[in-house]
């Protein structure tokens, strides 16, 4: 079974700023200096004792989120514990802890470590929403299904639908690709912003809204292997071909070498 943990990191302090460059971890204070370099050394952190979870600081945060995965509870265990030694010496918090496990939770409940409230199974990771109970993903939709309850049907209001959508994976480009051709086609008529829609596209248009509702039912399995990551890596290959055509296709597939 695979083991997701997720945290915030809070009570950031003097930190500025924090961002990622490359594969490492850049975390600096008012003053310049690297928050991580300062926890290792100023700080005393003994990085060979720590050094599963410290790797995973570095490849595994992603603005203010800390998304790391393993296969065993052991292994989640004592990453999200030196992921919290590691960060508090750095005067760092890491808060909001969730997982796909009830056994992990409950650990770190009985550790002291801040969880997430769990009002209800779904949280968010990375903007995506994540159903811990079923491990799957899904778009939240609440914003774009607002922004269409005016009815306007002009270029200006397509577009604006289009910026609602937020979807980093692109689990739902088979359906949000229709509405970029309908962009697409606006723009070669000239049809001006606030322009009424021809027939012809508000039908296409209409149709698309009407379907906006169903995409709360899409949930995609958010772990797609069998085994861990470094077992498959020399053995599949994920291929895909976009054909430059009037209307998109594309071909993707995984080759087992």
Excluded at 114 to 131: A, F, H
Aim: proline residues 3%.
């Amino acid at each position: 079974m695979d083991l997701i943990a997720a945290a915030k990191m809070g009570n950031l302090g003097q930190v500025a700023r924090l961002h990622s460059e490359g594969h490492s971890l850049m975390l600096k204070d008012h003053e310049g200096r690297t928050a991580l370099h300062h926890a290792a050394f100023i700080g005393n952190v003994d990085v060979v004792r720590y050094l599963v979870a410290y790797e995973c600081l570095h490849r595994c945060f992603y603005v203010d989120d800390f998304v790391s995965g393993t296969d065993s509870l052991q292994h989640a265990s004592e990453i999200s514990r030196q992921a919290v030694s590691i960060m508090k010496d750095a005067s760092m918090v890491l808060r909001k802890w969730t997982t796909n496990s009830d056994q992990l939770m409950q650990q770190w409940k009985r550790e002291g470590l801040e969880t997430q409230l769990q009002d209800n199974s779904s949280t968010k990771v990375l903007g995506m929403m994540w159903n811990t109970m079923k491990d799957h993903l899904f778009v939240g939709i609440q914003s774009l299904v607002g922004s269409l309850s005016n009815n306007e049907n002009t270029k200006r209001h397509l577009l604006r639908a289009v910026g609602k959508i937020f979807d980093p994976l692109g689990l739902l480009t088979p359906f949000t690709i229709r509405v970029k051709c309908i962009l697409q086609v606006l723009w070669l008529k000239k049809i001006s912003w606030d322009a009424e829609l021809p027939p012809d596209i508000r039908r296409m248009w209409c149709q698309w809204v009407s379907e906006v509702p169903r995409l709360s039912e899409i949930e995609i399995p958010r772990y797609v292997l069998h085994s861990s990551v470094e077992e498959y890596s020399d053995v599949l290959e994920l291929h895909c071909f976009v054909m430059p055509a009037q209307k998109l296709m594309v071909l993707p597939y995984i080759q087992e070498l």
